[in-house]
């Protein structure tokens, strides 16, 4: 889907990670990645939404476009983990994986 992005990123003052996607919201994913870092977020993943495979998070419906939804938070830094060219990125209770 054109200009469905999804940044996982992690604010150290407050020591907690966030998932967010937007849908029509910005034209390209530095746009939304510059969003994040001027609330405070330091941005630790960024993509397009046909680069990820949904483990336990779903895409969320496209009808009313240029919106950011939240999508998860935790305390601490998001776990990144790396298998055989694919990189699982969690918050909390919840991830997605990425095909490198």
Same mark, same amino acid.
């Given at each position: 889907?054109?200009?469905?992005?999804?940044?996982?990123?992690?604010?150290?003052?407050?020591?907690?990670?966030?998932?967010?996607?937007?849908?029509?919201?910005?034209?390209?994913?530095?746009?939304?990645?510059?969003?994040?870092?001027?609330?405070?977020?330091?941005?630790?993943?960024?993509?397009?939404?046909? @680069? *990820?495979? %949904?483990? +336990?998070?779903? !895409?969320?419906? $496209?009808?009313?476009? &240029?919106?950011? /939804?939240?999508?998860?938070?935790?305390?601490?830094?998001? @776990? *990144?983990? %790396?298998? +055989?060219?694919? !990189?699982?990125? $969690?918050?909390?209770? &919840?991830?997605? /994986?990425?095909?490198?």
């Amino acid at each position: 889907m054109a200009n469905y992005y999804r940044i996982t990123a992690y604010c150290e003052e407050k020591d907690f990670s966030a998932i967010f996607d937007c849908y029509g919201m910005f034209e390209k994913k530095w746009q939304f990645s510059v969003f994040i870092k001027e609330h405070g977020m330091r941005i630790i993943e960024v993509n397009d939404y046909d @680069q *990820i495979e %949904e483990v +336990n998070l779903q !895409k969320r419906p $496209t009808e009313n476009p &240029k919106q950011i /939804i939240y999508q998860a938070s935790a305390m601490g830094k998001p @776990q *990144i983990t %790396e298998t +055989n060219g694919r !990189k699982t990125v $969690t918050v909390g209770d &919840k991830s997605y /994986i990425i095909t490198l």
